[in-house]
């Protein structure tokens, strides 16, 4: 089975947006891969149909082998992401949003876990900081250490790295690839080609809604 598998998904949002057009992509489990595509593509549109966030209009996907309509629930089991925005509550510590989340997922709250988790994420020294106090380095740390929380095997990051600086894109650089090296199927969204090429075994390429290449990163680089 693939970690990801897409089948004719058209996507039409309200005021006639076609934001996807007929998609067809398979994510083999155990890459890290990369869907790239300029700003309106569709890449969140389709990566929050996956996580069960957006309602496709037509077409089938499933999660680790779960259809994402007839398994919603192992679907998103199978699933951890990491949007954009930071969604936790700043007057909480980073070992508490963590047990926060656990309980939304029915995952035994365990300081253990806890602090592996932040571990992970080099945030363990700030275990109990008010995360409001966190540097934005570190909230992006924190969504990712959120997101596996419930020990997903796909991890999606929606554009990790949009406006941060090289330091920073580094080290999320460097802890993507402890995930996958950790057996975590990654699948990440960028506008950025340099990213793609950088971190990803294959790269998807969308653009006004429709997949226009999906090629192992190596052929891909070697045609532009
Ligand atoms: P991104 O490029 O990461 O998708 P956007 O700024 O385009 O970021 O979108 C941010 C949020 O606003 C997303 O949740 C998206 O679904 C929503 N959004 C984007 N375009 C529209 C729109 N035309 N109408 C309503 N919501 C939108
Ligand atoms: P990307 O993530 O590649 O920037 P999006 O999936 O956010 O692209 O957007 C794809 C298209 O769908 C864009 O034209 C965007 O404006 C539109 N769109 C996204 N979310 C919404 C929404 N909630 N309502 C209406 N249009 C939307």
Request: proline share 4%; net charge negative; with cysteine.
């Amino acid at each position: 089975d693939a970690a990801i598998h897409v089948e004719n998904v058209t996507k039409i949002y309200e005021g006639d947006v076609r934001a996807l057009d007929n998609v067809n992509l398979t994510v083999p489990r155990g890459t890290i891969f990369g869907l790239l595509g300029p700003n309106g593509a569709g890449k969140s549109t389709l990566i929050n149909i996956l996580a069960g966030l957006v309602n496709k209009t037509a077409g089938s996907a499933s999660v680790w082998g779960f259809d994402i309509d007839r398994d919603p629930r192992n679907a998103k089991a199978s699933i951890g992401i990491v949007n954009q925005e930071i969604t936790f509550d700043p007057f909480f510590t980073p070992a508490e949003t963590l047990d926060i989340q656990a309980g939304l997922y029915g995952v035994p709250r365990n300081a253990k876990r806890t602090m592996e988790l932040l571990k992970a994420v080099r945030l363990e020294d700030k275990a109990d900081a008010y995360a409001r106090t966190l540097s934005g380095g570190m909230k992006r740390r924190l969504m990712v250490a959120k997101a596996m929380v419930h020990s997903p095997p796909v991890l999606i990051l929606d554009e990790p790295t949009a406006g941060v600086d090289i330091d920073l894109r580094r080290q999320l650089w460097d802890y993507v690839r402890e995930l996958h090296a950790g057996g975590v199927t990654v699948i990440l969204t960028t506008h950025y080609l340099e990213e793609a090429e950088e971190l990803c075994d294959r790269i998807a390429i969308i653009n006004h809604g429709k997949l226009i290449a999906d090629k192992p990163t190596r052929e891909l680089v070697n045609m532009a």
